[in-house]
């Protein structure tokens, strides 16, 4: 019996609990003696979901280097919102031996039959950032605090409006404010963290008034943005401003969940004659949030054009799935600091959350630049090197 296996076992006795927290996964029949190879001889399948975003770019380079660096050997795929491209590329992994899968899905509930091949061979499987669901054949899940994340980016828009300040406390502003709802793609679970921990800010000040929606549209379904898309994002903005907002009523902020997102909405109010430059238009530029830190985004936000956004450092998600595929290649368990909240539709998959951090202009310096996440002329130019 694998030490893997082993352990399994102990804990089934001497902890139901836990276990059944933990539940089947595709790794969990150790079949896959790795626990005494040189890692040079493991292969690690790492499968992104695209190369359209900064971000996720970041994401597969800093996972790719630090497996290389640890001395694995790693098939790096990106499936460019695919949702076939990816299933191929998983199958293929899984066909060609791959000792361990870290998946970024595409669609969270497209994978099944990959997964069980997966498991059918006793492959372990991270899901990374983006959870998979309806699947037993999960092992771990390495992610930020998504509702935190949520809740970080409704106090952000609330600091923008004057409601609260950065440090937490009251703001002098009173309202009412006009605000509109972005979320993310229905497909991803992490949108519904991220609109569900905003809606928990939000909520309450939009029903005693602070807060007005004047297109009504509070509902994730009706603010959702397939694929997170950018030109999604814009087209809805220029709907909602002309549904809306053609009376003379004024915006003044929107929550966006994504950088990427925040830009198309950036550009279509915009292109309504919104500016900072309130010489030439009675229409200030509405408070807009974001997240990801996306080059493009930071150097708006120096420019005072974008408000915020929520930095969720790469590096240490990269850090912490190498952490997790180390422990299972070894024939243990990673430690989890969360075994109640991600419940993918079968069970809850044992999961491991970082903490995240919002991004105002008077933070890129310290948060971006001192860090060495991006340098200052980065920063001024908005691409990265």
Do not use: H
Not at 5 to 10: D, E, G
Not at 118 to 124: C, E, L, R, T
């Amino acid at each position: 019996m694998s030490k893997k296996l082993r352990f399994a076992a102990i804990g089934a006795v001497a902890a139901i609990g836990l276990t059944a927290c933990g539940g089947g996964g595709a790794g969990s029949g150790g079949g896959n003696d790795t626990a005494n190879a040189d890692p040079a001889d493991l292969t690690i399948g790492v499968a992104m979901p695209t190369q359209t975003s900064e971000r996720w770019i970041a994401d597969g380079n800093n996972v790719k280097s630090q497996l290389e660096d640890a001395g694995y050997q790693v098939d790096l795929q990106y499936a460019n919102d695919d949702i076939p491209t990816q299933q191929q590329q998983i199958d293929q992994m899984v066909t060609e031996g791959a000792d361990l899968l870290i998946v970024a899905a595409i669609d969270g509930t497209a994978l099944s039959s990959q997964l069980q091949a997966a498991a059918d061979s006793n492959i372990p499987v991270i899901s990374y950032d983006r959870l998979i669901r309806d699947t037993d054949n999960i092992d771990f899940y390495v992610t930020f605090d998504n509702f935190a994340v949520g809740q970080a980016q409704a106090n952000a828009l609330l600091v923008g409006l004057g409601l609260k300040t950065a440090d937490g406390g009251e703001g002098t502003a009173t309202g009412p404010f006009n605000i509109e709802l972005f979320a993310g793609s229905l497909d991803d679970n992490n949108a519904f963290f991220f609109f569900n921990g905003a809606m928990d800010v939000l909520q309450p000040l939009i029903d005693d008034g602070t807060l007005v929606v004047p297109s009504g549209q509070t509902d994730i379904e009706q603010a959702a943005t397939l694929r997170w898309q950018q030109e999604t994002a814009q087209s809805r903005m220029e709907t909602l401003l002309t549904g809306s907002y053609n009376n003379g009523t004024v915006l003044n902020g929107v929550l966006s969940p994504y950088d990427g997102i925040s830009r198309g909405i950036i550009t279509a109010l915009q292109n309504a004659g919104y500016g900072p430059d309130l010489a030439s238009t009675p229409k200030p530029l509405p408070v807009v949030t974001g997240q990801d830190a996306e080059i493009a985004s930071v150097a708006l936000i120096n420019q005072g054009v974008q408000s915020s956004t929520i930095f969720k450092d790469t590096r240490n998600l990269a850090e912490q799935a190498v952490t997790a595929a180390k422990a299972f290649l070894e024939g243990d368990e990673p430690e989890a600091n969360d075994t109640e909240t991600y419940d993918n539709g079968n069970k809850v998959v044992p999961s491991y959350l970082l903490p995240v951090e919002t991004v105002y202009k008077d933070d890129i310096q310290s948060v971006l630049v001192d860090s060495g996440y991006y340098t200052a002329a980065e920063v001024e130019s908005g691409q990265a090197d």
